[in-house]
């Protein structure tokens, strides 16, 4: 049986054969799902049968708990690459993320893009981040990363930078919510799990708007949104409004997982309601992975432990040797250099610190450094005084 849609705009899936086919997308899938039929579409005058699944995807595949809210190590460009995940996995983190990754750049195999697209079994369950503006690249990505097995696609709506909104990716798409869904149905074509992670509106917050889009995604079958409640134009000033994202969380049926300005145990108490399904941490845990562990502790209803800067760095110091272990001496201290400053943060003599660590070329040096920061916190914290 065919039926002739009007083409609207276009969809690669898979068929069930595992080819990719170019699909015509219609408007009216409520149709076709309340008559239960599957979608017939021609190519090339070939007649195909597309297995068509709508919303049959639940957190718990994830291994998302049901009894305990998630903790999930959010998307940054520039930290949280293979070797971060892996530490925040092993610290307690349910769910990790790549950082943002062009769908135009794994379509068209630019390295840059493809680089991000590594990952180790340990990470599992991982989402990859995508960005874009143009649904068919979307849908073509998508079905990319699904083959290269990841467990989650998680769609990039929350981008202030420029270069991103200037291409109506990111935050932008917050501004044109019948291309965000389209976006998002795009993704859904690679028959992985999608979620979604945005702020709450470009220029002013837009509850309304935020709620509107949201019911468009719980339609799709988006498994969680995770919420930075800040606008696109506020970049990271003024404060996270946790009271805005619960009123978003109120009205909706969708996991909602909040994220934004929690550094310590106290702010994720202060901040976590039941109407809030997780958090997402990025900024704190940064050179801090025992933030993961103790938020984790406090979410199982254990004492969290706290963690001395010694140990961090301990910590840290393994982190630094396994980033060399993968991109080598000289490139794994230039990528490390911006962990440092968040490092040494609040430490007496901390810019002459920072100064040392971020010039040094030779791994041992930093070490040592390192060490003597860490046994001089414990033994006398005014030492490093300039
Ligand atoms: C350096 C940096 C890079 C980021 N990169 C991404 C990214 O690639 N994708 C994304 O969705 N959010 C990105 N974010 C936003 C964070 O995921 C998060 O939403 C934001 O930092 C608020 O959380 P926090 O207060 O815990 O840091 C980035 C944030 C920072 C600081």
């Known amino acids: 049986m065919i039926f002739f849609l009007g083409k609207i705009t276009y969809h690669y899936v898979k068929s069930r054969s595992e080819k990719l086919y170019i699909v015509p997308l219609s408007h009216s899938y409520a149709l076709f799902e309340i008559l239960g039929i599957p979608r017939v579409t021609t190519f090339h005058e070939q007649v195909l049968y597309v297995n068509f699944r709508v919303n049959t995807y639940s957190p718990t595949m994830l291994g998302l708990s049901e009894d305990r809210k998630w903790l999930f190590a959010a998307p940054m460009a520039g930290y949280t690459d293979t070797v971060y995940r892996r530490y925040a996995r092993k610290f307690g983190a349910d769910i990790v993320f790549t950082e943002m990754i062009s769908a135009d750049g794994i379509v068209y195999s630019y390295k840059r893009s493809l680089r991000y697209l590594m990952f180790h079994e340990s990470e599992r369950p991982i989402g990859v981040q995508l960005f874009g503006s143009k649904p068919e690249l979307i849908a073509k990505a998508s079905i990319m990363v699904a083959e290269l097995g990841f467990d989650l696609i998680d769609i990039n709506m929350g981008c ?223 030492y490093f005084v300039d």
């Open 160 to 382: 202030p930078m420029r270069k991103v909104i200037r291409k109506g990716a990111g935050a932008a798409l917050l501004k044109t919510p019948q291309l965000a869904s389209e976006i998002v149905e795009a993704a859904m074509g690679a028959k992985l799990p999608v979620s979604v992670k945005m702020r709450i509106g470009f220029e002013h917050p837009d509850i309304d708007g935020i709620i509107r889009l949201l019911e468009s995604f719980k339609r799709l079958g988006v498994v969680f949104v995770t919420i930075h409640p800040r606008t696109a134009s506020q970049g990271f000033s003024g404060s996270a409004d946790w009271n805005a994202l619960l009123k978003i969380a109120k009205k909706v049926d969708i996991p909602i997982v909040g994220n934004g300005d929690i550094f310590s145990v106290d702010d994720l108490r202060a901040r976590l309601t039941d109407e809030i399904r997780g958090v997402a941490i990025a900024r704190g845990a940064i050179a801090n992975f025992q933030l993961f562990s103790q938020l984790r502790d406090y979410l199982e209803g254990r004492e969290p432990e706290s963690a001395s800067l010694a140990e961090r760095i301990e910590t840290f110091i393994n982190f630094i040797h396994d980033e060399i272990a993968l991109r080598g001496e000289r490139q794994g201290l230039a990528f490390l250099r911006k962990f440092f400053v968040h490092l040494v943060r609040g430490i007496s003599g901390a810019r002459r610190l920072r100064a040392k660590l971020v010039t040094e070329t030779k791994l041992e040096e930093v070490i040592e450094i390192l060490r003597k920061i860490a046994e001089n916190t414990k033994i006398n914290a005014q």
